[in-house]
C-alpha cells in the first residue's frame, strides 16, 4: 500500500488535504490517499482552520453494542474480497455507520491490531465522494461553489479537478501550478 511513516508536511501534501477535506467525507479516506496515519490527517487540517465534521454524527458517534460489533464481524467476513482487501464501503453501508467508525472499531480486531495493518487491508471501491463539478464545467467564480469557511470548491481551469480555493484569483489547483512552473506566491 505505501509508507506511512511520520514524515513532514509539505506545501503541496497540505494543498492536496485542503482539496479533499471537502470532497471526501471520510478522515480514513483521506489518510490513505494522503499516505499519513488519521491522527496526521486530523492535526494538520486542525492547523490550517478546516472545519470540525459535523455530518454523519449519527452513524459515527453512537455506542457500539455487542449486536453492533457482530453485525460488523458478519460484514467484514462477507465484504472482504478474494485476495483478502476488505471493503470498506460496503461494511460502512451495511452496519450503518460512518466509514470513519468502523476503520477505528476493526483496528481492534485481532486479524488487523493497528491503523497501518488496517490500511494496507482497505479497499476502496468508491471513486467520488461528496460534492464534484461535472466535467463540462469552467473554472470562473460563476460555478464555484462557497464551503463554510469563506473559501469555495473549484474545478481547476487545466485539469478540471475540484480543490479548494480561498480566493476567487485562484484558479488553478497546486498540481498544475507546479506543472506551469509557478510557485505559490506567484501574483
Not at 28 to 40: G, N, V, Y
Not at 67 to 86: C, F, M
Not at 156 to 168: E, L, N, P
Request: proline residues 4%; contains cysteine.
Amino acid at each position: 500500500m505505501g509508507d506511512f511513516s511520520r514524515r513532514p508536511w509539505k506545501p503541496e501534501d497540505e494543498q492536496e488535504l485542503l482539496d479533499l477535506w471537502n470532497r471526501v467525507m471520510s478522515i480514513t479516506l483521506i489518510a490513505l490517499e494522503l499516505k499519513r496515519t488519521t491522527s496526521s490527517v486530523q492535526t494538520m487540517a486542525s492547523r490550517k482552520g478546516c472545519l470540525r465534521r459535523t455530518e454523519g454524527n449519527e452513524r459515527h458517534r453512537r455506542k457500539w453494542t455487542s449486536e453492533d460489533i457482530q453485525a460488523l464481524k458478519d460484514s467484514l467476513s462477507k465484504n472482504t474480497d478474494r485476495d483478502g482487501y476488505v471493503l470498506i464501503c460496503e461494511i460502512a453501508d451495511e452496519v450503518g455507520r460512518s466509514i470513519d467508525a468502523v476503520a477505528a472499531r476493526l483496528i481492534d480486531f485481532p486479524q488487523f491490531g493497528s491503523e497501518e495493518a488496517l490500511f494496507e487491508a482497505i479497499k476502496v471501491t468508491r471513486k467520488s465522494f461528496g460534492t464534484t463539478a461535472p466535467s463540462r464545467y469552467r473554472a470562473t467564480s460563476a460555478n464555484a461553489w462557497p464551503t463554510p469557511d469563506g473559501g469555495q470548491k473549484m474545478p481547476c481551469m487545466t485539469c478540471r479537478k475540484i480543490f479548494y480555493s480561498d480566493s476567487k484569483a485562484t484558479r488553478m489547483c497546486s498540481n498544475c501550478k507546479k506543472d506551469e512552473g509557478g510557485s505559490d506566491w506567484d501574483w
